[in-house]
């Protein structure tokens, strides 16, 4: 497998903790945002979105993270990453969503880089607008994992999931972006917990081969 990876990508910070979940050997290769190359005509050609991650497996190209952590769990459902109910899966899926289609997209780099350079934000403008979505998103979803998780280690349950491969990296950013997180007990357990996990440590930004 080949992952098309930026160390700083949240994105493919998920898909990272998903491949080592599943036990998956995968090579990384590197699209440095800041030398665009995830904007090359030979990246395009293979991801014509321009977004990481993308992933080479069973002689296909996926892309987008969370239908790569499906494909995942269908083609190598051991370990799970999700639970067996439906109404079970329901609910991780929308943990998962909530942060993958409810606070990721506003803060992106793409939409970040819009706000500075078409509406004039300096560091101060961009940094609250993207405090302002993790706090809107995470409001809501420590409430659900107030609900849902049972002993605050992982999201749903006490079993590990998609929910968490989304938590971790977005927890991960929401501190690099120096996010309030006091509002946010539970989740912050919840990454706590994560990260003594092996598979999350490794797939770490500062642990990936591209980090500088
Ligand atoms: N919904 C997509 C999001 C992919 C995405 O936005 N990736 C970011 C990095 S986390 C990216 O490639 N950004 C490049 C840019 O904004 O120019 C997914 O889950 O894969």
Not at 148 to 175: E, H, T, V, W
């Amino acid at each position: 497998m080949n992952l098309y990876t930026f160390f700083r990508s949240s994105a493919a910070f998920r898909v990272r903790i998903a491949l080592n979940v599943k036990g998956c050997r995968y090579e990384s290769i590197s699209k440095a945002f800041a030398k665009n190359e995830h904007r090359t005509t030979e990246y395009l050609a293979i991801n014509p979105q321009g977004l990481i991650p993308a992933l080479e497996v069973d002689e296909q190209v996926l892309t987008q993270s969370l239908a790569i952590i499906e494909y995942l769990e269908e083609t190598r459902p051991d370990p799970p990453l999700l639970p067996s109910t439906p109404a079970a899966r329901a609910q991780v899926r929308a943990m998962t969503l909530a942060i993958a289609c409810e606070i990721h997209p506003l803060n992106n780099l793409r939409v970040l880089n819009y706000l500075r350079q078409q509406f004039a934000q300096n560091d101060d403008g961009v940094n609250a607008w993207y405090r302002h979505w993790v706090a809107e998103g995470f409001k809501g979803l420590e409430v659900m994992v107030q609900e849902f998780s049972k002993a605050k280690r992982y999201c749903y349950g006490d079993a590990l999931s998609m929910a968490d491969i989304a938590l971790a990296p977005q927890l991960y950013n929401a501190r690099r972006f120096k996010c309030d997180l006091s509002a946010y007990p539970t989740l912050v357990a919840i990454g706590e917990h994560l990260e003594t996990l092996p598979a999350f440590a490794a797939a770490r930004p500062e642990v990936q081969p591209d980090a500088v």
